[in-house]
């Protein structure tokens, strides 16, 4: 059954612009359109999530979704926000990146045959690697004036800025490749409709310039806002970079505390983008949050539908349970259920020392654990003083100076929590 894409998108302010027609267009019936995805690396980042979060409207719309893998743009680099050109990439790393992109895309977007509008993958790698450079300049090169190339903004800003390099001719014939894109998808799939962010305006215009001019029909824009953070901080990045929907380059933890950080206002702005959550029950959550902030219902609920769309149902529990570990009450036994990266990343920045397996082994006394071979505390009689009056804690339980620290109390097989008192930490390692 199809509904109105449109109209969803702008309840959830998601629609920045639309081609004069898309709308009626869209109703008509069931529609092709496509959002194209940089192949930079082996993973989406929360970045690319409106272009995908469009696609599953669009699908769940009742229409066709296609996710374009950028193999050929992506060896050229794309100007549109940009201020210097990106690494080029091999072919065999892009068709690395295509498969671990659309196994992500996997989580969204439904890519089984049996419907009719069902998700498709395609590379412009594939229509592009075979066109020569002269046959290209000659067949399309010649409907798009310079003069038109040179009025988009993306353009404009480039050659207007203070940069030395300025840009290269590779640069500028982007938005003739990316037109020729949409115009590829709409002789050969009846794509009509292309997606993408504000900023990809001038070059989804191309494309429907080029399917004007050459490919005898009416092709249709759509862009969605800029998402951008109340702060004025950027969207997805931390200090330690991008947030990606990879566990490896982001674990499951990181990526639900993003989230659950989130101010007030861009949780109620967030919560419409990036969940499927509809409209009655995420003002009565925006009414909820507003009757008591303190509880964050808001940030709870978009970490909690964001980390199971991209992760895991398991992923979350375990996200939920490493959170109250800094500050809640958890046991050793929730300790030793994290991995590595959870563990490391939860005790960012806490103080470490190395410890010998050997001292583990023969059974390591809390005096020696707390300053002698860690210099956690200061003095061996500052470390008694502590014990005497039970502020030590040992992966979260309770020592007193009898305790001895042996390979049991090990996290990982190699980590111990060290504690004094509910806020000063301390990891030994022990290697």
Same mark, same amino acid.
């Given at each position: 059954?199809?509904?109105?894409?449109?109209?969803?998108?702008?309840?959830?302010?998601?629609?920045?612009?639309?081609?004069?027609?898309?709308?009626?267009?869209?109703?008509?019936?069931?529609?092709?359109?496509?959002?194209?995805?940089?192949?930079?690396?082996?993973?989406?980042?929360?970045?690319?999530?409106?272009?995908?979060?469009?696609?599953?409207?669009?699908?769940?719309?009742?229409?066709?979704?296609?996710?374009?893998?950028?193999?050929?743009?992506?060896?050229?680099?794309?100007?549109?926000?940009?201020?210097?050109?990106?690494?080029?990439?091999?072919?065999?790393?892009? *068709?690395?990146?295509?498969?671990?992109?659309?196994?992500?895309?996997? *989580?969204?977007?439904?890519?089984?045959?049996?419907?009719?509008?069902?998700?498709?993958?395609?590379?412009?790698?594939?229509?592009?690697?075979?066109?020569?450079?002269?046959?290209?300049?000659?067949?399309?090169?010649?409907?798009?004036?310079?003069?038109?190339?040179?009025?988009?903004?993306?353009?404009?800003?480039?050659?207007?800025?203070?940069?030395?390099?300025?840009?290269?001719?590779?640069?500028?014939?982007?938005?003739?490749?990316?037109?020729?894109?949409?115009?590829?998808?709409?002789?050969?799939?009846?794509?009509?409709?292309?997606?993408?962010?504000?900023?990809?305006?001038?070059?989804?215009?191309?494309?429907?310039?080029?399917?004007?001019?050459?490919?005898?029909?009416?092709?249709?824009?759509?862009?969605?806002?800029?998402?951008?953070?109340?702060?004025?901080?950027?969207?997805?990045?931390?200090? /330690?970079?991008?947030?990606?929907?990879?566990?490896?380059?982001?674990?499951?933890?990181?990526?639900?505390?993003?989230?659950?950080?989130?101010?007030?206002?861009?949780?109620?702005?967030?919560?419409?983008?990036?969940?499927?959550?509809?409209?009655?029950?995420?003002?009565?959550?925006?009414?909820?949050?507003?009757?008591?902030?303190?509880?964050?219902?808001?940030?709870?609920?978009?970490?909690?539908?964001?980390? @199971?769309?991209?992760?895991?149902?398991?992923?979350?529990?375990?996200?939920?349970?490493?959170?109250?570990?800094?500050? /809640?009450?958890?046991?050793?036994?929730?300790?030793?259920?994290?991995?590595?990266?959870?563990?490391?990343?939860?005790?960012?920045?806490?103080?470490?020392?190395? @410890?010998?397996?050997?001292?583990?082994?023969?059974?390591?006394?809390?005096?020696?654990?707390?300053?002698?071979?860690?210099?956690?505390?200061?003095?061996?009689?500052?470390?008694? *003083?502590?014990?005497?009056?039970?502020?030590?804690?040992?992966?979260?339980?309770?020592?007193?100076?009898?305790?001895?620290?042996?390979?049991?109390?090990?996290?990982?097989?190699?980590? @111990?929590?060290?504690?004094?008192?509910?806020?000063?930490?301390?990891?030994?390692?022990? @290697?």
């Amino acid at each position: 059954m199809k509904t109105n894409f449109v109209a969803e998108l702008q309840w959830r302010g998601m629609l920045h612009d639309a081609m004069p027609g898309t709308e009626e267009h869209l109703m008509n019936e069931m529609q092709s359109a496509y959002v194209g995805i940089d192949p930079t690396a082996d993973s989406l980042h929360i970045g690319h999530l409106v272009g995908v979060m469009m696609l599953r409207h669009f699908q769940l719309a009742g229409h066709k979704p296609y996710a374009l893998i950028g193999g050929a743009t992506g060896m050229i680099g794309d100007p549109s926000g940009k201020s210097t050109e990106r690494n080029l990439l091999d072919e065999k790393t892009l *068709r690395h990146n295509q498969d671990a992109l659309k196994a992500q895309l996997s *989580r969204f977007l439904d890519f089984s045959g049996a419907a009719d509008n069902a998700a498709i993958l395609v590379n412009n790698y594939d229509w592009m690697k075979d066109f020569s450079f002269l046959e290209f300049i000659r067949d399309v090169g010649k409907h798009i004036t310079v003069n038109y190339m040179m009025a988009k903004d993306s353009v404009k800003k480039r050659l207007s800025s203070e940069a030395k390099e300025g840009m290269s001719f590779t640069e500028f014939t982007y938005q003739l490749v990316q037109g020729y894109d949409f115009l590829h998808l709409f002789k050969e799939h009846n794509c009509t409709l292309q997606m993408g962010g504000s900023d990809q305006w001038g070059n989804i215009t191309t494309g429907t310039e080029l399917i004007r001019r050459m490919g005898g029909g009416k092709g249709y824009a759509l862009t969605c806002p800029l998402i951008t953070k109340a702060d004025g901080t950027k969207f997805g990045k931390t200090e /330690g970079g991008n947030v990606w929907l990879d566990a490896e380059r982001t674990s499951p933890y990181k990526f639900y505390q993003y989230w659950l950080n989130t101010s007030d206002e861009d949780a109620e702005k967030y919560i419409k983008i990036f969940t499927f959550i509809g409209k009655e029950e995420i003002e009565a959550l925006v009414a909820e949050h507003k009757e008591a902030p303190h509880l964050r219902v808001l940030q709870k609920r978009l970490a909690d539908e964001i980390t @199971v769309m991209v992760h895991s149902q398991e992923e979350l529990d375990n996200a939920v349970e490493a959170s109250g570990i800094l500050f /809640g009450k958890s046991t050793a036994a929730s300790l030793k259920k994290l991995n590595e990266k959870t563990f490391l990343d939860i005790f960012e920045g806490v103080p470490q020392a190395e @410890v010998a397996m050997a001292d583990v082994e023969e059974g390591l006394d809390m005096i020696g654990a707390l300053a002698a071979k860690t210099n956690f505390l200061g003095s061996n009689g500052e470390a008694r *003083r502590e014990l005497k009056q039970n502020s030590i804690s040992v992966n979260k339980e309770k020592v007193k100076e009898d305790y001895i620290i042996t390979k049991e109390d090990l996290i990982n097989d190699k980590f @111990v929590l060290l504690q004094r008192g509910k806020k000063n930490y301390f990891v030994v390692v022990v @290697v």
